[in-house]
């Protein structure tokens, strides 16, 4: 009996084992889809409308202030003496509307050695920065109207020729050609060895060497105008008629600032890369917009 028993216990306890047993199910892994980097720009100020056609911005990062270019007049492109530089502070607050006088029609600057380089018509003007005094001026003959300048580690030049659809390189004072039968030249940035040129709508890659260009992107239209490196391969370029847009390094474009409905032109601008904050002159409308480079990933 006892082990009849024992059977029976044992049949109960195999199928309750059987009954308990779990069926496992597939996990089916989720993907993520991949986020991307979107930009905008975000107003922190205006200055006061005390410039006088302000053609180009230049942040300079040793004395903590701005430099803007004024034309001074209805013509981009007129030799009346007309012209000046300005200091802005960091706060939009005009330091001097016209610090330094007696330009024509001044547009792009840089900076070397304290010194400011000025893009002026067909001249480059150096100014000494501590005295706010013109020490010398630069001749480029066969120059239509010079426009933007960059300059690299070991004071080289680059400045292009809008007028004249050029790129010029200046070395201890001599001005050579670098290229010519642009459609279009305006801004002009040095990274390194690398240099860009804004050009009838597109940003390209200049070698110097064998005198090509590189498209990196286009159909920007309006008048391309200044160049800001943001980080890795990506760019912001102003348009003259009233765009800014960022260029991402995966060919993306954005369009992050709008002013035509708004008539503010947007025109050479600067950058500030240690507080994400560009700076873009009106032209027309006389003043310096700051605006914070917002990334957010979407």
């Known amino acids: 009996m006892r082990i009849i028993n024992c059977f029976i216990l044992s049949a109960i306890l195999l199928s309750s084992c059987k009954s308990e047993k779990k069926t496992e199910t597939a996990v089916i892994p989720v993907?993520?889809?991949?986020?991307?980097?979107?930009?905008?720009?975000?107003?922190?100020?205006?200055?006061?409308?005390?410039?006088?056609?302000?053609?180009?911005?230049?942040?300079d990062d040793k004395n903590?202030?701005?430099?803007?270019?004024?034309?001074?007049?209805?013509?981009?492109?007129?030799?009346?003496?007309?012209?000046?530089?300005?200091?802005l502070g960091l706060d939009g607050k005009i330091i001097n509307a016209?610090?330094?006088?007696?330009?024509?029609?001044?547009?792009?600057?840089?900076?070397?050695?304290?010194?400011?380089?000025?893009?002026?018509?067909?001249?480059v003007i150096v100014i000494d920065i501590l005295s706010g005094q013109i020490v010398q001026k630069?001749?480029?003959?066969?120059?239509?109207?010079?426009?933007d300048i960059t300059i690299d580690a070991s004071?080289?030049?680059?400045?292009?020729?809008?007028?004249?659809?050029?790129?010029?390189?200046i070395e201890t004072n001599n001005a050579v050609m670098v290229i010519d039968s642009l459609a279009g030249p305006n801004g002009v940035l040095i990274r390194g060895r690398d240099l860009f040129i804004t050009n009838a709508g597109g940003l390209y890659q200049v070698?110097?060497?064998?005198?090509?260009i590189a498209k990196i992107a286009d159909g920007m239209e309006g008048g391309t105008d200044g160049i800001a490196h943001i980080?890795?391969?990506?760019?912001?370029?102003?348009?003259?008629?009233?765009?800014?847009?960022?260029?991402?390094?995966?060919?993306?474009?954005?369009?992050?600032?709008?002013?035509?409905?708004?008539?503010?032109?947007?025109?050479?601008?600067?950058?500030?890369?240690?507080?994400?904050?560009?700076?873009?002159?009106?032209f027309w409308k006389n003043s310096v917009i700051a605006f914070d480079v917002v990334e957010e990933m979407k």
């Open 98 to 123: 016209e610090w330094v006088k007696g330009l024509h029609a001044p547009k792009g600057m840089g900076i070397y050695d304290d010194k400011l380089y000025v893009a002026d018509m067909k001249q």
């Open 207 to 212: 070698n110097p060497l064998t005198k090509s």
């Open 31 to 59: 993907i993520e889809t991949p986020k991307i980097a979107t930009h905008k720009l975000v107003q922190k100020w205006e200055s006061d409308t005390l410039f006088k056609v302000p053609e180009s911005v230049l942040f």
């Open 231 to 282: 980080k890795d391969e990506d760019f912001i370029i102003s348009c003259w008629a009233g765009t800014v847009w960022y260029l991402n390094g995966d060919g993306r474009k954005e369009m992050v600032f709008d002013g035509k409905s708004i008539g503010k032109n947007t025109a050479d601008i600067g950058w500030d890369p240690a507080s994400r904050t560009l700076f873009v002159p009106t």
């Open 155 to 169: 004071g080289v030049i680059y400045v292009t020729d809008s007028k004249g659809m050029k790129l010029f390189k």
């Open 64 to 87: 903590k202030v701005l430099y803007v270019s004024n034309i001074d007049g209805k013509e981009p492109w007129a030799t009346d003496g007309k012209g000046s530089i300005g200091k």
């Open 138 to 147: 630069i001749n480029v003959y066969n120059a239509g109207g010079l426009n």
